[in-house]
């Protein structure tokens, strides 16, 4: 008899644009990740529009990877 045991992880982030005050929906993206025994078993990430959400699309490690590099040059012009 084998006895495996799992321990499994589900780490969701939202991130929203701040309320203006303004008539808009709310809009953002949810970045969902599941871990199990420490290893990542995948990435996904819907888009938030008011109160729809798109489909969840799946990012591999190398689409993360370009994700970061993208938002780090995005940032770096914002901050000038």
């Not at 991130?15 to 929906?25: A, L, P, Q, V, W």
């Not at 993206?29 to 995948?42: A, F, K």
């Not at 888009?47 to 689409?63: H, T």
């Amino acid at each position: 008899m084998k006895r495996v045991v799992s321990n499994i992880q589900n780490l969701g982030f939202t991130i929203m644009n701040e309320d203006t005050g303004e008539k808009k929906s709310a809009a953002g993206i949810t970045l969902d990740q599941t871990v199990v025994n420490e290893q990542s078993q995948g990435v996904s990430v819907r888009l938030i529009n008011g109160g729809r959400k798109s489909a969840a699309v799946k990012l591999d490690r190398s689409s993360l990877e370009s994700l970061h590099e993208a938002l780090t040059e995005v940032l770096s012009i914002e901050q000038a």
